[in-house]
């Protein structure tokens, strides 16, 4: 299996005044093409700095990371700009909704920023919606919609471009066990129909258990990393 991300030797520290916080401390491991992986760890063990410097968001204090073979640590804001829309979808927390758009044109956003022609666009956004199960919620806007539904919109449009890589962080974290159940099955089920790659982070173990490759991480040091082989069987 060819590796899509390398993390190398990766070192975090913020300074804060005259402290310096030590969030990653030489951090290595490799993440394949098609794995679910999941960053496991407890508040504060630095799992967000860890795939925020995965996807350019901050800046690496000390080491290399790899994404399809490139460097992101020595990319501009440019180049990064470019290299996160063609290849990288998000899904957030707080599903980082536009509030003012309704569930169709949040999902078409991504398309527009790729400079797609409005039908194309406005039909792959009605697509993907459907495939979440929110064909009936095309106008709604993100404050007539459950916190389930806004994710499912978050994940349309993390998935609509098909990128080859999705960042997740703590994506069930709002949401009650049922709908985190039905949210992780549909991550799941979009990542594998186009076998996509999946970078999640989480603190509990039973969103985790979704994942093929589980990197636990304790004080910004990894501790273990779990992989279950033959994902299939367990599904
Ligand atoms: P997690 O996502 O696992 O809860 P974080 O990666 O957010 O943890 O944080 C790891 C550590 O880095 C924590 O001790 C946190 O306080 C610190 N930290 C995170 N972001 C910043 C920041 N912008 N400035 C200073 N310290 C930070
Ligand atoms: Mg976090």
Do not use: W
Not at 85 to 106: D, R, W
Not at 192 to 211: F, G, L, N, R
Request: aromatic share 6%; net charge positive; charged share 25%.
């Amino acid at each position: 299996m060819e590796p899509i991300i390398e993390v190398k030797n990766v070192t975090k520290i913020y300074k804060v005044g005259n402290e310096k916080v030590i969030a990653l401390d030489d951090v290595s491991f490799k993440i394949n093409k098609g794995d679910f992986c999941c960053l496991l760890g407890s508040s504060g063990s630095g799992k967000s700095t860890l795939l925020n410097l995965m996807a350019g968001i901050e800046k690496i204090t000390k080491g290399d990371i790899f994404i399809k073979g490139k460097n992101v640590s020595t990319m501009g804001e440019h180049q990064l700009a470019k290299f996160r829309q063609k290849y990288l979808g998000f899904v957030f927390q707080s599903y980082n909704l536009i509030t003012s758009m309704n569930a169709l044109e949040n999902v078409a956003l991504p398309l527009i920023f790729k400079e797609e022609k409005v039908k194309p666009r406005n039909n792959k956004a009605k697509e993907m919606l459907i495939q979440v199960g929110l064909g009936e919620r095309l106008k709604h806007r993100p404050n007539q919609m459950s916190g389930g539904q806004q994710q499912r919109v978050g994940i349309a449009r993390a998935f609509v471009s098909n990128p080859e890589i999705v960042f997740a962080d703590e994506p069930t974290g709002n949401l009650d066990s049922k709908t985190s159940k039905e949210i992780m099955e549909l991550i799941k089920k979009m990542a594998t129909e186009h076998k996509q790659t999946i970078v999640m982070v989480t603190h509990d173990e039973s969103i985790a258990a979704y994942a093929n490759k589980i990197v636990h991480i304790h004080d910004g040091q990894i501790e273990k990393i779990v992989e279950v082989v033959n994902n299939e069987e367990n599904n």
